[in-house]
């Protein structure tokens, strides 16, 4: 089987088309390059759980046999990653957490059930941060993920084990998670396309809630329009969640009937300050300049409550995180303390021993900024300042913007432990997506360069429910950057992929 099999929808259509491939083999070779980025002392550990390979028939259980029906869906048979906080019932849902170590959900999340009925297999559970809290993926309760294109550095969080298999070539897609840019983030270090829908676009039957306001399902892929056809098979509404709303799913097809030509590009000036890498920002520049070739107009813009977007998102995420993490008490799910004398002292030790130090970081501020004496100093403050970050956005595209171009991250991917003892500086990973989530809008992350060997991530955020735009013009800068990627071992000396 060639090597870049597994790197796109086309490229495991083709060895399926060709017979190279029997259905079942291409989920087979999928673990099998799994294994081997796990051997050695620098695993890659993108995984937290995967399929028994005999534990499934050659053709698979849902696979029609050649010619049984006209549908050609792009995902049929093909092996994707599902982050470990979306419910499955054949494998484990543990949310990177102890407190929910061997835990089985006994329903499918709907954006896995919509995956399947298109005919892709589930190959796998990825690593997290723990409950989706944190920008690194060290925040597992299971242990670190690496960076595959260099294995002493992080490869993004939350959804960091989807962005490395994904980047590994494992897998050609894969789902993650957003609440505050856990999806571009890891994209953007890891040399991929990460989408992250509109509010209410896809639904969150079965993602286990983090602060549920702002958290959506989104894509990991190499390629816009693998991503789009993951976002079309994922979006829709589900009377499940009565926050998804009703409209029809972006179609991958209208990637083709976008054109950068006469379209406004806003810059904001407060994407581009202090704390922005000057690698990173000439890449954007470039990308500007790019766009304008393209016939383009760039038009320099202000969002002046950015640097609020950080305060605001770390008032609010932990208030809901707070409420929502109450049901891990030991009574209903996963691990139970032991020899417990009394209730209350069962749930203390279950809650003590279960979650991770930032996950109780996060729980105690949220408590606090949602206690009676503090809860207009801080809450309210922060519900009125979200209000205000939305409109700012919202006058921007309403004066004639028709996306929004800016960095997805301040620096390219850190060393494992550099942020571990500051907290706050590993929240700044996220200035530049959170307002995304804040707003609800719809964003999206390219590659579109390196420095000193490491990917760099542009970013588009565009109106709510204007995926199809954004999913055009994301296509045609991501043809005109046409970006590939740097051998996966060029900043180590690990054998990768073998
Ligand atoms: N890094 C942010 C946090 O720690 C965002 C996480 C996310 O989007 N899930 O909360």
């Not at 983090?210 to 190499?222: E, T």
Request: aromatic share 6%; glycine share 10%; charged share 25%.
């Amino acid at each position: 089987m060639s090597d870049d099999v597994l790197t796109s929808l086309e490229a495991c259509r083709a060895s399926l088309r060709a017979a190279e491939a029997a259905p079942g083999e291409l989920l087979e070779e999928a673990l099998r390059r799994n294994q081997a980025l796990d051997r050695g002392d620098r695993p890659v550990h993108a995984f937290l759980s995967t399929l028994e390979p005999e534990a499934e028939p050659a053709d698979g259980p849902r696979g029609l046999a050649a010619g049984e029906s006209g549908d050609e869906s792009s995902l049929r048979d093909v092996p994707v990653a599902v982050k470990d906080n979306l419910c499955t019932p054949d494998l484990p849902t543990t949310c990177g957490s102890r407190i929910l170590e061997g835990y089985r959900s006994p329903f499918a999340a709907t954006v896995v059930r919509r995956l399947e009925r298109a005919g892709a297999r589930v190959l796998g559970k990825t690593n997290l941060d723990e409950f989706a809290m944190g920008s690194s993926t060290e925040n597992s309760g299971f242990g670190p993920t690496r960076n595959p294109y260099d294995r002493e550095r992080v490869p993004g969080g939350s959804s960091g084990g989807s962005a490395a298999a994904v980047a590994a070539g494992v897998v050609p897609v894969a789902l993650g998670s957003s609440t505050g840019g856990s999806v571009r983030q890891p994209a953007a270090f890891c040399g991929l396309v990460g989408i992250k829908p509109t509010y209410g676009r896809v639904s969150r039957y079965g993602l286990v809630a983090f602060a549920s306001s702002l958290d959506q399902v989104g894509v990991l892929s190499r390629t816009v329009r693998d991503g789009a056809v993951v976002l079309e098979t994922i979006a829709g509404s589900d009377p499940r969640d009565a926050t998804c709303q009703d409209r029809p799913s972006p179609r991958a097809e209208a990637l083709d009937e976008v054109d950068l030509e006469g379209r406004v590009l806003g810059l904001p000036d407060e994407y581009l300050g202090e704390g922005l890498d000057d690698g990173v920002r000439a890449l954007v520049e470039d990308l500007a300049r790019e766009a304008e070739r393209a016939g383009a107009e760039i038009r320099r813009v202000s969002l002046p409550s950015t640097p609020l977007a950080i305060p605001c998102y770390y008032v609010l995420a932990p208030a809901e995180a707070s409420s929502n993490l109450a049901r891990y008490d030991g009574v209903r799910y996963g691990v139970r303390a032991q020899g417990a004398p009394d209730a209350a002292t069962l749930f203390a030790r279950t809650r003590g021993e279960g979650f991770g130090a930032e996950v109780k970081r996060r729980i105690m501020l949220g408590t606090y900024v949602l206690s009676a004496g503090y809860y207009d100093a801080y809450y309210r403050r922060a519900q009125r300042l979200r209000a205000r970050i939305a409109s700012e956005l919202r006058d921007v595209f309403e004066a004639g913007v028709d996306a929004l171009l800016a960095p997805t991250t301040p620096t390219t991917a850190f060393r494992l432990g550099e942020h571990a003892s500051d907290p706050y500086a590993m929240y700044l990973a996220d200035v530049f997506t959170v307002s995304a989530n804040l707003a609800g809008l719809p964003a999206i992350s390219i590659p579109i360069g390196t420095v000193d060997g490491l990917p760099v991530g542009g970013q588009l955020l565009c109106p709510p429910w204007e995926e199809e735009r954004m999913l055009g013009l994301a296509a045609r800068l991501e043809e005109r950057v046409a970006w590939s990627p740097p051998p996966l071992a060029s900043r180590s000396d690990t054998e990768v992929g073998a």
